[in-house]
């Protein structure tokens, strides 16, 4: 399924996330998959999103700059591929 700004998401229940000082490694258990997530926001946003409605909702709720936006709807459709984040 394809994420967009009105998609609420999460993460999947079978990744763990671990810090690292470039943003993150995640993993899923299920797939067996290591994603670098390259950015300390994009975690943030990644991190918040099952507390909120929507991808729309947690970018504002992370003070994310309206023009970043794209990006980040283009990234959480990519992990949505890989199983890291699932649309609800």
């Not at 950015?39 to 990644?46: G, T």
């Amino acid at each position: 399924m394809t994420a967009t700004l009105e998609s609420a998401c999460s993460l999947h229940p079978q990744v763990a996330i671990r810090p690292e000082p470039f943003g993150a490694l995640a993993y899923h258990y299920g797939n067996r998959r290591l994603v670098f997530l390259r950015h300390p926001d994009v975690v943030r946003v990644i991190e918040s999103l099952s507390s909120h409605g929507s991808l729309r909702e947690a970018l504002e709720a992370n003070g994310i700059d309206e023009g970043r936006w794209p990006s980040f709807v283009k990234a959480i459709d990519s992990l949505t591929g890989s199983e890291i984040i699932r649309v609800r």
